[in-house]
C-alpha cells in the first residue's frame, strides 16, 4: 500500500483502487463490514470518463456530486487537499489515455444502526480502469417497464437495486436496457437518460426529481441546438416513445446511442435515425 502523493512518472496500470487515503491492490482490497453503504447504500457516487488523455466534464460531475451529497447531509471526506486534484493526480498516476474514474462517498463505517453519529467520518473510494477501444454502445433494444424508485431520482445514490432489477428484466426479455414510466410518462433508463425524436424536434423529461440531469444529456441538449434541431424538456407519454421517428439514450460511458426496438417492436423502421448519427458524431468531435 501506498499514499497517494504528487504523482510521479506515469504508469500502465489494470486498475487502480484508492480508499481513504491508499492505494490498494484490486485482488485484496477490502472494506469495513461496518460501512454504511454497504449496509443501507448511504453513500453517493459519480462515473466520469476520460477521452484520449483528458478528463471530460469533471467539474460538471463534482458538481453535481456535491448536490448528491447535500441532498444526503453527507459531509466532505478528507481528500488531502480538494476531489478535482486527487481524482486529477490518480488518473495521471494510472497512465491511462481512455479511462473510467468511479468515485464514491460513504457516510461512514460504525456498527449497525439507522441513525449515523453526528461526527462520523466520510469514507472515499476511487477506481480508476480502462474503457475498451470497442466500448461504444452502438444501438440497443429496450423494454419499458414500471418506475418504482423513490422520488429523489436526482440524487445519484448508491441504492440502485430497482436499476438493477430493470437491467436484470431487460436481460430476460434479450433486450439490452429498460425504460422507467412513472404515471404514464417516460422518466429515464435504467442508467441513461432518454431521448425521442418526433417532427424534426428533441424531447427529454424535465431535469426533475424523477430523473438525474446526466452530463452528458447537457451535452447532448447543447449539441442538438448547435445543430439546429429544436429542444424541448418536457414529459412523453409511453404511448410516444413507441410511435417516435427515433428514440435515444445517453450516458457517460457509451455516450449518445440509438434504441431501434421498444417492447419488440421496431422504433419507426428498426434502423438508427438520423439525429442520432449527427448528434453522435457531434458528441465525438466534442471529446476528441
Not at 46 to 53: A, F, K, L, Q
Not at 266 to 288: Q, W
Request: proline share 6%; aromatic share 6%.
Amino acid at each position: 500500500m501506498e499514499r497517494v502523493g504528487p504523482p510521479g512518472p506515469t504508469r500502465i496500470l489494470a486498475e487502480l483502487v484508492y480508499w481513504d487515503g491508499r492505494l490498494l491492490d484490486p485482488q485484496t482490497a477490502s472494506i469495513s463490514i461496518n460501512d454504511r453503504a454497504f449496509l443501507f447504500g448511504d453513500g453517493v457516487y459519480e462515473v466520469i470518463r476520460s477521452y484520449e488523455g483528458k478528463l471530460f466534464s469533471l467539474d460538471e460531475h463534482l458538481r453535481r456530486l456535491q448536490l448528491s451529497m447535500a441532498a444526503l447531509d453527507l459531509a466532505s471526506p478528507d481528500a488531502g487537499g480538494d476531489l478535482a486534484s486527487l481524482i486529477g493526480d490518480l488518473y495521471k498516476k494510472s497512465g491511462m489515455a481512455d479511462a473510467k474514474i468511479y468515485l464514491q462517498i460513504t457516510r461512514g463505517s460504525e456498527p449497525r444502526n439507522h441513525l449515523f453519529s453526528l461526527d462520523l467520518e466520510p469514507n472515499l473510494y476511487v477506481n480508476v480502469s480502462a474503457i475498451p477501444p470497442d466500448n461504444g454502445a452502438g444501438q440497443v433494444s429496450a423494454i419499458t417497464v414500471p418506475d418504482l424508485r423513490w422520488h429523489m431520482c436526482n440524487v445519484k445514490s448508491t441504492s440502485l437495486v430497482a436499476n438493477i432489477l430493470a437491467k436484470h428484466r431487460a436481460r430476460q426479455a434479450g433486450a439490452g436496457d429498460a425504460v422507467f414510466v412513472r404515471d404514464g410518462m417516460v422518466t429515464e433508463a435504467a442508467s441513461s437518460n432518454v431521448f425521442i425524436v418526433e417532427d424534426g424536434c428533441l424531447y427529454t423529461h424535465p431535469a426533475d426529481n424523477h430523473v438525474l440531469a446526466g452530463v452528458t444529456r447537457k451535452h447532448v441538449l447543447d449539441l442538438a441546438q448547435d445543430k439546429g434541431i429544436p429542444v424541448r424538456e418536457e414529459k412523453v407519454s409511453r404511448e410516444r416513445l413507441q410511435t417516435a421517428s427515433e428514440v435515444l439514450l445517453s450516458d457517460t460511458i457509451h455516450d449518445v446511442y440509438p434504441v431501434v426496438m421498444i417492447d419488440g417492436q421496431p422504433v419507426k423502421d428498426g434502423k438508427p435515425g438520423p439525429v442520432a448519427g449527427l448528434l453522435r458524431s457531434a458528441f465525438r468531435e466534442l471529446t476528441r
